[in-house]
């Protein structure tokens, strides 16, 4: 009798500028994490990205989503890779940059759905803020099962996810990221560590800043056992802790 896994493990993973020559190291990194399903921002059509999806596929993870511009091949975009098959779902109001927002189901053992996303940044205030109010919107109108919408959200909470405050940061992405438990859903990292203080990039004067989230719905949150964030380690540079990206994962596991 074929046993059904009893877990699964997601990562979600800002890998910068498409990989670059971190490319291999960045996928053994992640066959030693051995997640489930793979999501990957900053992922692009260059020979590094496409080297590394298929490395992944390879090694176990051959059922793939990628959103690259075909007629902008280094322009950031996503990859969503996966032990289970994946289908894509489209609902009305989604996000609307299309190379920074996934919705897919994946077929596991106990099915759920992850909308995968790197938001805009500050610098496009016209792309950033209907980005994240769609998401927002999708969540708090979501009736379709377990899911989980995460990756860089460019975002945080005031004060708490930032290291030294610098003035009025994450105005209203304060508001999208405190949005979520209002309408029932959980940041699996507070969920878990509560006010606990960790930041997954660093600016150019080494202010830390969280701007990576995982959000899960209720019946996603009832199975969170573990979440943390974690940056690997290239053994080219094992001291650095920027060696494989400017961000660290998200990794979380899920217990059915």
């Not at 993973?13 to 670059?20: F, H, L, M, P, V």
């Not at 971190?22 to 590094?48: H, M, N």
């Not at 600016?203 to 209720?218: E, I, K």
Request: charged share 20%.
């Amino acid at each position: 009798m074929t046993s059904i896994p009893s877990s699964s493990r997601v990562v979600l993973w800002n890998i910068r500028a498409g990989g670059g020559k971190r490319a291999g190291a960045i996928a053994d990194q992640l066959e030693a994490w051995q997640p489930d399903v793979i999501g990957l921002s900053e992922f692009r059509g260059t020979p590094a990205s496409q080297g590394l999806a298929e490395r992944l596929a390879g090694a176990g993870w051959p059922h793939q989503i990628q959103t690259v511009n075909r007629k902008a091949l280094a322009q950031n975009a996503l990859l969503l890779a996966s032990r289970y098959p994946l289908s894509r779902r489209r609902f009305a109001g989604m996000p609307v940059v299309r190379e920074r927002w996934l919705l897919a189901k994946v077929a596991a053992p106990r099915p759920f759905s992850i909308g995968l996303l790197h938001a805009p940044n500050f610098t496009r205030p016209e792309l950033k803020y209907p980005f994240l109010e769609a998401a927002s919107r999708l969540a708090a109108n979501w009736r379709h099962g377990p899911v989980l919408i995460g990756g860089d959200t460019n975002s945080g909470l005031r004060e708490l996810d930032e290291e030294n405050p610098l003035g009025p940061q994450f105005h209203r992405e304060y508001a999208f990221v405190a949005g979520f438990p209002k309408i029932g859903w959980a940041d699996a990292f507070r969920h878990l560590h509560g006010e606990r203080r960790e930041y997954t990039w660093y600016s150019h004067r080494n202010n830390g800043f969280r701007l990576d989230h995982a959000f899960l719905n209720p019946a996603m949150t009832a199975e969170l056992v573990a979440c943390r964030h974690d940056w690997g380690v290239n053994p080219a540079e094992p001291n650095r802790r920027e060696g494989l990206s400017d961000h660290a994962a998200i990794v979380m596991d899920f217990e059915i």
